[in-house]
């Protein structure tokens, strides 16, 4: 175990006020203001619940933190390059008008994410700002409209600060496949942030905004989170709508969330979760108020989780498994089982089954749902003597080596003759791996796992091995092709960097169970010692 | 009597002789309504037609004799709901290109299908007036070709669960064809999704995508290979869209491509019980086009076939030329396209409740079939019953005609008269005029009461016709009340033999036919008011009195 890090609270530095809210939440004890001080290791604090009281109390304006947040942005971007398109005078300028309207008295200024800045990955579409899904097929493309989880971020009152690096439509688990740029991760710059959505992790990890929106087919929001260190949140299929979101798998595909804290994440969650009249497959439950749900520190009982079954599953400890994860996850069974929670060991006997049925089902998918980057309507075009030719150098030239190859298998999988032996055999694996997370849920609350096999890897380790990259992912697949929510929260580190790396503790549990989840990931992240998850990069001044 | 006559004929030598002369007197086949209107207008032509048509179409089996074709059918209706299939944008046909589009509908990143309840409901209705199964549980697919038409590069359809199954169409072959009654199978009834359309540069240097269509919802609707001719074929056609206009699913026109048939047609010698290659044929935009172009492609494989060319005969799509009345090969079929259709993924299955079956089962007006039973048992001719049902406007104005109490065949031979022959010259539907179903039944009580003759009758139609009124009205304000007093006709009778004393002597003499003439003076004096029963025994009296 690497030394406890020294924690530098640069991103939140001002006083806390005494409010309602803040007594729901006291997590932090005493962040004080700024200079920010070194401060023993300590609890991650909520950095909306912060900006939300700056604001009321007009301690702070809403361009006072968007300065602080895009001066930090500016700093580490050229390292970190977590965004395709960073909209600082937009944010600028919306910052200064709700200031205005705050002065103004006007009622509702002060939306729930009022002031506060989010960077969305660049496959979700955001009306008037570029959209390309990481991909040269997209690239100077401007949709119409804003996704619903974008949209209804903008009217919570959240700042759209840019749109994040990913791998080329979400295929990927480096970020190195953007046709674009590499993103770094802010623990080690020779190292990737994970993927696909690399940039957002990365992004929040560097406070270079406060949270932002991801997007899971196979891992991409978890293993990211794991490696960047931040939380992750992998929503229940359904629980947030896809609409505006590029589709890469559109039966596994969900918009996720990052955050600093589990409160962040929670509090994200509640406002873009909900059923959406653009998209059939979002799901009609109730939103709870997750944030409200989750309990301080300072009211929490000695074993806060008493009677919480929990079940470690034992196939993501054993063979392939970098021995610093198993032994951080392990740490991690104990605090909880010091929390009061009872952990058994549970086998998951089609865990393995679900990385080939994943590969098949997503590529399958992919190969259809990427038909429409034909050059015709919108993107790029290569001018043609013939249809045809227009369709081949167009997407010859638009779309990355990752895309091609995961079309080209979806394409294979879905021929007729070979239906059967991969795609359907593939969906029956599917219901193989939901029927055993079913009944593994049917005797414990919550399933834990590391979220990746190992803590982030160099740029380039895996770029020509696409299965080691694949197979990386065995970790979070399983979840997609059930549909359950998973939560990502920093669990400890491994050797590696300057400070170690971040290992992330993944919490699976029953569809919608979100709450619960973030219940007790926030337990978790509250009452864990010694540790502090913020990277080297922000100590540097 | 031209288009019904050459509409018989159907041997292929015959067709090619005269292709001229079909090019220039046939005309779409809307005018199922405007041909009956002719024939029912010239009785005696139609006698001689009859034979000329016995004696074609026993030359047409002749030559294909020792060959049976086979034909199956595949249609799109194009469903008239408000708003697409799968985003809330209108269609119009006819709009500015690309005005009635949106995100989703142009196929743009990360949008989503969201389905429109009206597909489903008319799915249903039309499932069920094709006596179909319909199911409980049903899904969407992709099928998945690139073409500019097609935005997302798939289309959303339906393939292995389709909403409706197993069904059949009845329905009664025009009395010029011999008539006779029919059952075709319906193989499936499944939603879907219509492409856009590609409008090419006259230079063929470029192509414009046009993509209003896009995203408007079709039920396309297969047929068992049940039909033998085609004629069979076409009736077939105009069954359904008479079955998609009475439902209101559509307007089921042709012409604007909401009614398209694409028919296969394979010939194979009588008593093999394998099919022979079937060719598909695209690209007729009438009934009668469908009708010749099958004939056409059947003689032409027959042809094949007694030549000992019949592998000449391959899997290919022709389309229908209209000009040299031909079919021309589009493109030979490589193999089995592979759209590598899988569940679409953005939309849930389609549940349906037998409740909402019900409820939707409870609603289907009745259809044309139940209607021509149900005027056949009137003791209509089938001329009449398969008039009347052909269009539900005008079975809706005949049905409340008799509810005001007129007598069945009267009502039925003024619509397909008068009425039809104004509809015709004014280019209106039945609907669309100011003649009201209980004026008609008045008009019609009135005649037969006394009130006015006949002849008025006509006159006073053409009045309600255009301008509307009461028969009551017409005939106060036009004083057309019939004279049927005894004694006014009598001195009208009286003065008029007392001016012609000519005619008289000649009368007298003999030359009888001069009552005509008296009789005529006497209307004329009358100004066609007099009863022409009572005007001609006074007459009569008077004339041969001495």
Request: glycine content about 8%; hydrophobic content about 35%.
């Amino acid at each position: 175990m690497p030394p406890p890090l020294q924690a530098h609270r640069l991103f939140i530095s001002h006083r806390r006020l005494p409010t309602p809210a803040r007594r729901r939440f006291t997590a932090v004890s005493s962040v004080q203001s700024a200079p920010a001080t070194t401060s023993a290791p300590g609890p991650a604090t909520s950095s909306i619940l912060s900006i939300r009281e700056s604001l009321l109390s007009g301690e702070r304006t809403a361009a006072d933190i968007t300065s602080e947040y895009l001066s930090r942005l500016r700093r580490t971007e050229p390292s970190l390059r977590s965004f395709i398109h960073v909209a600082d005078a937009a944010a600028e300028r919306e910052a200064e008008e709700l200031d205005r309207r705050i002065a103004s008295g006007e009622k509702d200024a002060v939306g729930p994410l009022a002031g506060v800045l989010v960077g969305v990955k660049d496959n979700l579409c955001t009306a008037n700002m570029p959209s390309t899904g990481g991909s040269r097929i997209l690239d100077g493309y401007r949709p119409a409209y804003d996704a619903t989880a974008v949209r209804r971020l903008r009217e919570a009152g959240a700042i759209v600060v840019g749109k994040t690096n990913l791998d080329e439509f979400g295929m990927g688990s480096t970020t190195e496949g953007s046709a674009f740029q590499v993103t770094t991760n802010p623990w080690d710059d020779s190292r990737v942030p994970g993927g696909s959505s690399g940039g957002s992790a990365s992004a929040v990890s560097a406070r270079q905004c406060v949270v932002s929106l991801g997007s899971d087919t196979g891992g991409s929001v978890r293993q990211p989170a794991s490696f960047c260190g931040v939380v992750g949140l992998k929503p229940t299929y359904g629980r947030v709508s896809r609409f505006g979101l590029m589709a890469y798998a559109s039966s596994l595909d969900v918009v996720g969330c990052f955050g600093s804290s589990v409160f962040d994440t929670a509090t994200i969650l509640s406002v873009v979760a909900g059923h959406d009249k653009m998209d059939s497959t979002s799901s009609l439950q109730d939103v709870p108020d997750y944030a409200s749900e989750l309990v301080s520190l300072d009211l929490l009982e000695s074993k806060p989780l008493n009677g919480l079954r929990i079940g470690i599953i034992q196939e993501t400890l054993g063979e392939g498994v970098d021995t610093g994860v198993i032994s951080s996850i392990k740490d991690a069974a104990s605090h909880l089982e010091r929390l009061g929670s009872v952990v058994e060991e549970v086998s998951l006997p089609s865990f393995s089954l679900g990385l080939p049925a994943y590969y098949i089902l997503a590529s399958s998918e992919a190969s259809s749902n990427l038909s429409r980057y034909d050059g015709i309507r919108y993107g790029r075009q290569v001018s043609a003597d013939d249809l045809n030719e227009i369709y081949g150098e167009s997407r010859a030239n638009g779309l990355g080596h990752e895309v091609k190859m995961r079309i080209l298998m979806g394409t294979y999988a879905l021929s007729s003759g070979y239906y059967d032996a991969y795609y359907k055999r593939a969906q029956q694996v599917r219901t193989l791996v939901k029927e055993s997370f079913k009944g593994a849920l049917e005797r414990y609350d919550i399933l834990i796992s590391p979220a990746a096999s190992s803590a982030a890897y160099k740029i380039g380790e895996k770029i020509n091995d696409p299965l080691a990259m694949y197979s990386g992912d065995i970790m979070t697949v399983n979840v997609n092709l059930a549909g359950l929510p998973a939560l990502v929260v920093p669990c400890g580190f491994v050797e590696g960097g300057a400070a170690g790396l971040p290992v992330g503790l993944q919490m699976i549990g029953s569809p919608f169970s979100e709450g619960n989840l973030l219940r007790v990931g926030h337990i978790f992240e509250q009452t864990l010692q010694n540790f502090s998850f913020v990277p080297p990069l922000l100590a540097e001044r | 009597m031209a288009l019904t006559l050459l509409r018989g004929m159907r041997t292929p030598i015959s067709f090619r002789s005269s292709t001229g002369l079909f090019f220039t007197v046939l005309r779409p086949r809307l005018a199922r309504f405007t041909t009956r209107v002719e024939s029912a207008q010239a009785t005696e032509a139609k006698a001689a037609a009859k034979s000329i048509q016995l004696v074609t179409k026993e030359a047409a089996e002749q030559k294909t004799q020792g060959f049976e074709a086979i034909i199956g059918i595949e249609t799109h209706v194009q469903l008239s709901t408000v708003t697409k299939a799968f985003c809330s944008c209108p269609y119009n046909y006819g709009s500015q290109p690309n005005t009635t589009i949106c995100p989703t509908c142009m196929g743009h990143p990360g949008t989503l299908p969201v389905l429109n309840e009206k597909v489903v409901e008319c799915a249903v209705k039309l499932g069920l007036a094709l006596n179909c199964e319909i199911s409980m549980t049903s899904k969407f697919d992709r099928k998945q070709y690139f073409y500019p038409d097609l935005p997302k590069g798939y289309q959303i359809s339906q393939f292995d669960i389709p909403i409706a199954k197993k069904g059949y169409v009845d329905l009664d072959l025009p009395v010029e064809f011999g008539g006779g009654h029919r059952k075709f199978g319906i193989t499936r009834v499944h939603m879907e999704e219509d492409a856009g359309k590609l409008l090419h540069s006259e230079s063929g240097s470029y192509s414009q995508v046009d993509l209003n269509r896009a995203g408007v919802p079709l039920l396309e609707i297969v047929s068992e290979p049940d039909m033998r001719t085609g004629i069979e074929a076409a009736e077939y056609g105009a069954e359904l869209q008479r079955i998609v206009r009475y439902l209101g699913v559509s307007n089921g026109n042709m012409q604007e491509g909401s009614l398209r048939c694409d028919v296969n047609v394979s010939v194979r010698p009588v008593g093999q019980s394998e099919f022979g290659t079937k060719v598909e044929i695209k690209n007729m935009n009438s009934f009668s086009e469908i009708n010749r172009a099958i004939d056409y492609e059947i003689s032409r494989q027959i042809l094949l076939h007694k030549e000992g060319q019949a592998d000449q005969i391959v899997q290919e799509t022709r389309l229908w030329d209209e000009s040299s009345q031909k079919t021309f090969t589009m493109r030979k079929k490589e193999g089995l396209a592979d759209y590598r259709y899988f569940p679409e993924p953005d939309l849930p299955e389609v549940v349906l409740s037998t409740d909402y079956i019900d409820e939707i089962s409870k609603s289907l007006p009745e259809l044309p079939e139940a209607k021509r039973r149900r005027y056949e048992n009137m003791g209509l001719s089938m001329q009449d019953v398969l008039f009347l049902a052909n269009d539900d406007n005008v079975a809706h104005f005949f049905d409340s005609t008799l509810e005001h109490g007129a007598d069945a065949k009267l009502a039925c031979n003024w619509i397909m008269g008068d009425i039809a022959a104004y509809l015709k010259n004014e280019k209106l539907s039945i609907d669309e005029t100011k003649l009201t179903p209980l004026e008609l039944s008045e008009l019609i009580a009135s005649i037969k009461n006394g009130t006015i003759s006949g002849k008025i009758g006509k006159e006073i139609l053409v009045e309600l016709i255009s301008k509307g009124g009461t028969v009551k009205g017409v005939i106060e304000e036009k004083d057309l009340v019939q004279i049927a007093d005894p004694a006014a006709i009598e001195a009208m009778v009286d003065k008029v033999i007392a001016d012609n004393p000519k005619q008289l002597e000649q009368y007298r003499a003999g030359k009888t036919k001069l009552q005509g003439f008296f009789a005529g003076q006497v209307m004329k004096a009358s100004k066609g008011k007099a009863n022409p029963v009572l005007l001609n025994k006074i007459l009569g009296e008077k004339l041969n009195a001495n």
